[in-house]
């Protein structure tokens, strides 16, 4: 039997979190959401788990099919925990090098300064080892990978050369930027938050 969650106006990352409790309990799972964004988080993260996803569009909402062919339940969404302390969110081994940004500058003090620092950083970032396996942006970080951003040809290489790059979709709400990403993936703060934890090691600008 089909369950379906009805995630339809919930804020990030509610339909995340009301998708992932339904697939714990059901192989056979339907999905209604109201936006591209819960659209392709919900998306993501059943994928991940190893299920087939079908989206239809009906009258502007999205519902996803989310189907487990193998039969499995429990096992193919949470892991078992070896497998949660090797594999983060996206795949990753854990012990990963996590770089989570916030602001649009770099340190405290004046701003411009602060400006010139952090396009010093980023610029300079795809020439030292290590790399960052991942680079979370949020609160006034998203502003780095959105149109117009000094930092954006940057980033562009940067996720060209394999690094994850994940933008808080609440923030870029916030800052009226969600139609002005040049760069990365828009995702919630339950992708976020599994990120974070599964990293090995966080550096924070």
Same mark, same amino acid.
């Given at each position: 039997? &089909?369950?379906?969650?009805d995630?339809r106006?919930?804020?990030?990352p $509610?339909?995340?979190?009301l998708?992932?409790?339904? %697939?714990?309990?059901?192989s056979?799972?339907t999905?209604?959401?109201? !936006?591209?964004?819960?659209?392709?988080?919900? $998306?993501?993260?059943?994928?991940?788990?190893?299920? $087939?996803?079908?989206?239809?569009?009906?009258?502007?909402?999205f519902?996803?099919?989310i189907v487990? $062919?193998?039969?499995?339940?429990?096992?193919?969404v949470?892991? !078992?925990?070896?497998?949660?302390?090797?594999?983060?969110?996206?795949?990753?081994?854990?012990?990963?090098?996590?770089?989570?940004?916030?602001?649009?500058?770099?340190?405290?003090?004046?701003?411009e300064l602060?400006?010139?620092?952090?396009?010093?950083?980023?610029?300079?970032?795809?020439?030292?080892?290590?790399s960052?396996? &991942?680079?979370?942006?949020?609160?006034a970080?998203?502003?780095?990978?959105?149109?117009?951003?000094?930092?954006?040809?940057?980033?562009?290489?940067?996720?060209?050369?394999?690094?994850?790059?994940?933008?808080?979709? &609440?923030?870029?709400?916030?800052?009226?930027?969600?139609?002005r990403?040049?760069?990365?993936?828009?995702?919630?703060?339950?992708?976020?938050?599994? !990120? %974070?934890?599964?990293?090995?090691?966080?550096?924070?600008?």
């Open positions: 039997m &089909t369950k379906t969650v995630a106006g919930l804020a990030c $509610q339909p995340v979190i998708t992932r409790k339904a %697939m714990i309990d059901s056979d799972v999905v209604l959401v109201a !936006s591209a964004i819960s659209r392709d988080n919900v $998306q993501r993260m059943a994928e991940r788990a190893g299920r $087939q996803v079908t989206v239809t569009k009906v009258e502007g909402e519902h996803l099919h487990d $062919q193998n039969g499995g339940l429990v096992s193919s949470s892991g !078992s925990p070896k497998e949660e302390s090797q594999t983060g969110t996206d795949g990753r081994r854990a012990g990963s090098l996590v770089l989570v940004v916030s602001d649009n500058k770099m340190g405290r003090g004046d701003e602060g400006e010139i620092l952090v396009r010093a950083f980023f610029h300079t970032l795809g020439e030292v080892e290590p960052p396996d &991942t680079i979370i942006l949020f609160n970080g998203v502003r780095l990978a959105a149109e117009g951003s000094p930092v954006l040809d940057d980033l562009r290489a940067l996720a060209a050369s394999g690094i994850h790059i994940m933008l808080c979709g &609440t923030c870029l709400k916030y800052f009226d930027l969600i139609d990403v040049g760069v990365g993936v828009v995702s919630n703060m339950y992708d976020i938050a599994e !990120s %974070m934890l599964a990293a090995g090691r966080i550096v924070t600008l």
